[in-house]
């Protein structure tokens, strides 16, 4: 299809569409009022009027009653002709009303249509097809149109190994957690098992049960751990599991051993060792601001792999444990300082409920309120 005939379907369209407001509006100011007397009325008294001179002439009532019986009618009749006389006057009037405020409506509803879009629109953009912007750069993509375009190319080629291994991060990204875990399966299946992909998939199911490391998930970190003892991933949710079976020294101990095998610029140190530390001092007021700083300003990639499971962990164990103040104010100052506005306003709310009778803990929250951005 050409551009001008596009060009001219689109302008089709809107004047359709202004047409039809224009009908919806105008529609109301088509109705006329029911008139007080109409037709009927005075056909009626006239009726009467006859029917009193045929009793007349049979003599059914006596001359004085005829008399007062066509007073009264044709008193009646006077005033239901008169009153349809105003009736009909009035109503030319609105009349003509009407057809101004309607002139008015079809002149002024497309005029400032116009106006608006010429102000705030871009009638100068070209168009941008959607199979155009499928087929730009992958770097240049956003991550729907990413996935859109790796989810088709692997229905064609389903055994491409990379594509796989591509579309997992990326659903990870989307929250399609469960998604991200099929996609590792299939990486897995097509390659074997390494210590990332297994990992990885770990990680999706951890995601995808809301922070609790369910047995799937436990079973794929062994196993990384076992081909690779240093995967950061793996060792970690290693980490949460002992934790959650009640074992925080043997927690302890992974972590550390983690940290003194890691590089110093690792991205996800900071992050563990604010965890350790919290582990061993439950009562701290929770990692300092370089340290969730810095978790902060990781790439998306590797704060979407650590500090979100991290995060997720501790907001799976308040739901188990919620009088916790401290883990309350240290999971909404974490989700301040990540930008998660929603998440931390949410945090607030189910902290209130559950301190709901706690005049101390209520004030806390609401200086850790204060503190958010």
């Known amino acids: 299809m050409s551009p001008a005939v596009s060009d001219l379907l689109l302008w089709l369209v809107f004047a359709a569409m202004t047409a039809g407001v224009i009908v919806a509006v105008l529609r109301p100011l088509g109705r006329r009022r029911a008139a007080g007397a109409d037709g009927r009325e005075i056909a009626l008294y006239r009726d009467q009027l006859a029917e009193v001179e045929r009793d007349l002439e049979r003599g059914a009532i006596e001359p004085a009653e ?138 999706a199911e951890v995601f995808a049960a809301k922070g609790i490391v369910v047995p799937a998930a436990r079973e794929d970190f062994a196993k990384a751990v076992v081909l690779d003892p240093h995967e950061p991933r793996a060792q970690y949710y290693m980490g949460v599991a002992e934790i959650e079976d009640g074992k925080k020294d043997a927690a302890a101990a992974r972590w550390k051993a983690l940290l003194a095998s890691a590089p110093a610029d690792a991205p996800w140190r900071a992050s563990i060792e604010g965890e350790l530390a919290r582990l061993e001092n439950p009562n701290a007021p929770g990692p300092d601001a370089g340290q969730v700083n810095a978790a902060a300003n990781m790439s998306p990639e590797a704060r979407q792999k650590m500090i979100e499971g991290m995060v997720g962990g501790l907001a799976a164990r308040l739901d188990k444990a919620p009088n916790d103040i401290d883990g309350w104010l240290r999971l909404i100052r974490a989700y301040g300082v990540l930008g998660k506005k929603t998440e931390a306003e949410a945090a607030l709310g189910r902290a209130r409920t559950v301190f709901a009778s706690d005049k101390a803990a209520l004030s806390r929250l609401d200086e850790a309120k204060k503190t958010l951005p």
């Open 66 to 203: 005829a008399e007062a019986a066509r007073v009264e009618v044709s008193r009646r009749l006077l005033a239901a002709a008169d009153a349809q006389e105003k009736e009909a006057g009035a109503t030319g009037g609105q009349g003509l009303s009407r057809r101004f405020v309607a002139m008015a409506i079809v002149i002024a509803v497309p005029a400032l249509a116009l106006v608006i879009y010429l102000g705030l629109g871009s009638p100068g953009l070209p168009d941008q097809p959607f199979a155009a912007r499928m087929a730009g750069p992958v770097e240049k993509l956003p991550i729907d149109a990413l996935v859109l375009r790796v989810e088709q190319h692997l229905k064609e080629d389903p055994k491409d190994l990379r594509g796989w291994e591509v579309l997992a991060p990326a659903y990870v990204r989307q929250r399609r957690y469960q998604d991200a875990a099929d996609a590792w399966s299939r990486a897995i299946e097509l390659d074997g098992e390494t210590a990332l992909r297994l990992a990885a998939r770990g990680e």
